[in-house]
């Protein structure tokens, strides 16, 4: 390196934030409302259409299973054809699918329109990983993912009570849940356009950075990818088959398991604990989302600060665990919102430090299959969640045998990151 990092870093990271992630932000919030607002939705679908709480808890997974086999080809086509035109497409195609939620009529229907929506969001996340490490330095990386991933929390923060709102709109035929749908899939597709229009797709195209900025940031950007280690380009089966891939799938799908399993189950769990009716179960709903926001940028921070990823990715995974325990033995409302509050939080808080250790030795082409591939196995869990929690309602009523099923999956992720993070870093093609 040539330019003097202390002099330039700090205002191109800065510039950086406030360029690129308000944007980003806004984007993941739209593709997160508009995977979970079926938490809301089965609050009245449950009954108008007799679904069973099986049925639930397995249209929910459905998702994942399309994110699943569609992830991996989507996020290759990211790399091959460029962010903007290709995320453009797929928020336009997931709109579009969300708002066809709305002629769902029984469980057959429900799986396929959940698993086509997953299939057209699978190339998203993925793909704005491989973006942030395209522009941000990998010192500024665990920062950036954890502020684009506090999209997350915020949709359940923003959608809350929209989507509990939304529950009261009836007229022209439609329930309030066909409505809710209908309405919330209109900004991705509106998004969409707004991507093909505005993004820029590399350090190269902007403009909007000095001259002596943008040359100290292409410069680092290509310092830090030239210390990675060579991979063979496009030798995606070494990928698939490193076992490095592999431990970081099992890591993050704790992350998953929990994300998603507690964020779809939690209207419900407060509507019966509480009794208290659709809007202001929305409103109760907002406060672990607004906890984990706090965590998740607080976690990130230090992780920066420090240079430190696997403890800051395990202690989150073991806190989180405990929570989710003590929300499984509550009985008071406040006891087991605020012990779902603790694990959604500090499970989604190891998502900055987590990533910023799985992507510090992947490049090129395989930096795109192994964040796909981490980010599809790993996202089964979005499938193992929902249902465990749907198949323990059936048997017995109560969510604690899947609560407690979600912590020792998170037991397993943090004992895991521990034991990775011990070990030489290699690249992620490397077996």
Avoid at 97 to 117: A, D, K, N, Q
Avoid at 159 to 180: D, F, R, T, Y
Avoid at 190 to 201: H, I, N, P, R
Avoid at 382 to 400: K, L, M, V
């Amino acid at each position: 390196m040539h330019t003097a990092p202390n002099r330039f870093e700090p205002a191109v990271v800065s510039r950086l934030m406030w360029r690129l992630m308000p944007f980003l932000f806004l984007l993941y919030i739209v593709a997160y409302l508009d995977r979970i607002n079926m938490s809301f939705a089965v609050l009245q679908m449950r009954g108008q259409l007799s679904l069973s709480e099986r049925v639930i808890g397995r249209a929910g997974g459905m998702f994942f299973v399309g994110y699943f086999f569609f992830q991996v080809p989507s996020t290759l086509v990211v790399e091959k054809f460029g962010v903007r035109r290709w995320i453009s497409a797929l928020m336009i195609l997931w709109g579009v699918t969300s708002c066809l939620m709305i002629f769902v009529r029984g469980p057959l229907s429900f799986y396929t329109m959940r698993f086509l929506l997953g299939a057209a969001e699978a190339g998203f996340f993925p793909g704005m990983i491989l973006y942030m490490k395209r522009w941000f330095p990998a010192s500024a990386r665990a920062l950036a993912v954890a502020w684009f991933m506090t999209a997350n929390p915020l949709a359940g923060v923003v959608g809350s009570p929209i989507s509990g709102a939304l529950l009261g709109l009836h007229g022209a035929g439609l329930s309030g849940w066909q409505w809710m749908f209908l309405i919330e899939g209109l900004p991705a597709i509106l998004l969409g356009v707004a991507v093909f229009l505005t993004l820029s797709e590399n350090p190269h195209d902007a403009d909007w950075l000095k001259p002596d900025e943008r040359a100290w940031l292409l410069e680092k950007l290509e310092g830090e990818r030239q210390a990675e280690p060579a991979v063979a380009q496009g030798d995606f089966w070494n990928v698939l088959l490193s076992p490095r891939i592999w431990l970081l799938s099992i890591v993050y799908f704790g992350v998953s398991t929990t994300m998603y399993g507690t964020t779809l189950w939690l209207p419900s769990v407060i509507h019966v604990i509480s009794g208290l009716g659709y809007f202001w179960t929305s409103m109760v709903n907002v406060l672990p989302f607004l906890a984990t926001v706090v965590v998740m940028v607080l976690v990130g921070m230090r992780s920066d600060r420090t240079g430190e990823r696997r403890w800051h990715t395990a202690i989150p995974a073991f806190t989180a665990a405990a929570g989710l325990v003590v929300a499984g033995y509550g009985h008071s409302t406040i006891v087991v919102v605020a012990g779902i509050g603790v694990g959604l939080a500090f499970a989604e808080g190891m998502c900055g430090p987590f990533w910023a250790m799985a992507t510090s030795k992947m490049a090129g082409l395989s930096a795109a299959a192994g964040i796909a591939v981490v980010n599809s196995l790993a996202n089964l869990g979005g499938y193992f969640g929902p249902d465990i929690i749907g198949i323990f309602r059936t048997a017995n009523g109560g969510f604690r045998g899947g609560l407690l099923a979600i912590a020792a999956v998170l037991i397993v992720s943090g004992t895991v990151a521990l034991l990775l993070g011990a070990q030489p870093e290699r690249s992620a093609a490397s077996s």
